[in-house]
């Protein structure tokens, strides 16, 4: 039966600052609809309680597109999968109370994911001429919140090498772009100015950590104390230098996890590298990836633009597959902040 009908999934995403519903029949993306929050950029950062808010007046009329969209009526959805975690508690109790009353209403299954395998699953979704990496492979999550190298053995089966030890990598993004006074989300700004800098120009230095950890914390500092002291001495410091610290801090940064996959590459022999999460749109790292291919001999996957950032279609992925083997959430489930692969 499963085989030879096709699975509708309408997937639900709300672990953050971005409300997003996706159709999918079967691996394939019918619609992926995301609605995104502008009132953080007045505060320099997402703010739980008023993307919590959002999320409740954006849920529905999301949902809603996503089935015009793909033009499916909800009587024909197979199941709905949503994000349980990890994320802000406020943010996911209104993707997860939705879903959950949602299903029970249409008496479908309920599917629970993990955002972050949903990050690295989201290679898996069938895209036209795109290929697929082969188990095993290392992937490297980057993002607001998550900085990991996960070793990747089936679908369901992952184990976390690395993890930063304090700082995310795109925070470090972020707040870099908070001290040179660049809006909020500055990430994107950064690597925005960085492709018209010289990479070389400013030297920062790289945090020492054992393993296949991170930390990203000493290189904030660093980059602070860097700022402060060149603007003492040249108030227009920034101004005149903004492409060049844009194009120096991402090269410090990209060399870094660059580094840390090179070492995750040899310690396990494996030279399959799939990368997800917001930051693997930063045109730095998705270039010093592609270049790795020839210099260690590593076949790299990154995803569309489209699945990098907080979406439903990576969510609706995990959710076919879980369909496929029958794993089910019971109507019981509650989100969770912290959850781990």
């Given at each position: 039966?499963?085989?030879?009908?096709?699975?509708?999934?309408?997937?639900?995403?709300?672990?953050?600052?971005?409300?997003?519903?996706?159709?999918?029949?079967?691996?394939?993306?019918?619609?992926?609809?995301?609605?995104?929050?502008?009132?953080?950029?007045?505060?320099?950062?997402?703010?739980?309680?008023?993307?919590?808010?959002?999320?409740?007046?954006?849920?529905?009329?999301?949902?809603?597109?996503?089935?015009?969209?793909?033009?499916?009526?909800?009587?024909?959805?197979?199941?709905?999968?949503?994000?349980?975690?990890?994320?802000?508690?406020?943010?996911?109790?209104?993707?997860?109370?939705?879903?959950?009353?949602?299903?029970?209403?249409?008496?479908?299954?309920?599917?629970?994911?993990?955002?972050?395998?949903?990050?690295?699953?989201?290679?898996?979704?069938?895209?036209?001429?795109?290929?697929?990496?082969?188990?095993?492979?290392?992937?490297?999550?980057?993002?607001?919140?998550?900085?990991?190298?996960?070793?990747?053995?089936?679908?369901?089966?992952?184990?976390?090498?690395?993890?930063?030890?304090?700082?995310?990598?795109?925070?470090?993004?972020?707040?870099?772009?908070?001290?040179?006074?660049?809006?909020?989300?500055?990430?994107?700004?950064?690597?925005?100015?960085?492709?018209?800098?010289?990479?070389?120009?400013?030297?920062?230095?790289?945090?020492?950590?054992?393993?296949?950890?991170f930390s990203?914390?000493?290189?904030?500092?660093?980059?602070?104390?860097?700022?402060?002291?060149?603007?003492?001495?040249?108030?227009?410091?920034?101004?005149?230098?903004?492409?060049?610290?844009?194009?120096?801090i991402q090269?410090?940064?990209?060399?870094?996890l660059i580094?840390?996959?090179?070492?995750?590459?040899?310690?396990?022999?494996?030279?399959?590298?799939?990368?997800?999460?917001?930051?693997?749109?930063?045109?730095?790292?998705?270039?010093?990836?592609?270049?790795?291919?020839?210099?260690?001999?590593?076949?790299?996957?990154?995803?569309?633009?489209?699945?990098?950032?907080?979406?439903?279609?990576?969510?609706?992925?995990?959710?076919?597959?879980?369909?496929?083997?029958?794993?089910?959430?019971?109507?019981?489930?509650?989100?969770?902040?912290?959850?781990?692969?």
């Open positions: 039966m499963i085989d030879s009908e096709p699975i509708y999934i309408l997937a639900i995403e709300s672990s953050c600052d971005d409300t997003s519903a996706a159709i999918l029949c079967n691996d394939k993306v019918l619609s992926n609809v995301v609605a995104t929050q502008k009132i953080h950029e007045e505060y320099g950062g997402v703010v739980p309680e008023l993307a919590s808010r959002a999320h409740q007046q954006n849920i529905v009329p999301v949902v809603h597109r996503a089935l015009t969209r793909a033009n499916i009526d909800k009587k024909q959805l197979s199941a709905i999968a949503f994000t349980r975690g990890p994320g802000l508690m406020g943010s996911l109790l209104v993707g997860t109370s939705f879903s959950k009353s949602l299903a029970l209403g249409l008496n479908i299954p309920l599917i629970e994911v993990n955002h972050m395998q949903a990050h690295i699953l989201a290679h898996f979704i069938n895209e036209e001429n795109a290929e697929i990496p082969q188990f095993p492979f290392l992937a490297m999550t980057i993002s607001g919140g998550h900085t990991q190298i996960v070793l990747v053995k089936d679908y369901f089966n992952m184990e976390i090498l690395g993890e930063t030890l304090d700082d995310a990598v795109g925070e470090a993004f972020d707040k870099s772009a908070k001290l040179l006074g660049l809006p909020y989300p500055g990430g994107p700004l950064v690597d925005k100015y960085a492709q018209l800098g010289d990479p070389r120009k400013f030297k920062f230095p790289k945090p020492k950590v054992d393993g296949l950890n990203f914390s000493g290189l904030k500092t660093s980059i602070l104390y860097f700022i402060q002291k060149e603007v003492k001495n040249n108030p227009n410091f920034i101004t005149e230098n903004l492409n060049d610290i844009c194009a120096s090269f410090t940064i990209v060399e870094i580094g840390k996959l090179k070492k995750a590459a040899k310690q396990t022999g494996i030279k399959t590298i799939a990368i997800g999460g917001g930051v693997s749109a930063n045109s730095g790292i998705r270039r010093a990836l592609k270049s790795s291919e020839k210099d260690y001999g590593w076949n790299t996957f990154i995803p569309k633009f489209e699945y990098c950032t907080d979406n439903a279609a990576m969510i609706g992925i995990v959710g076919y597959l879980k369909y496929k083997d029958g794993v089910f959430a019971e109507p019981s489930i509650l989100a969770k902040a912290r959850y781990s692969i």
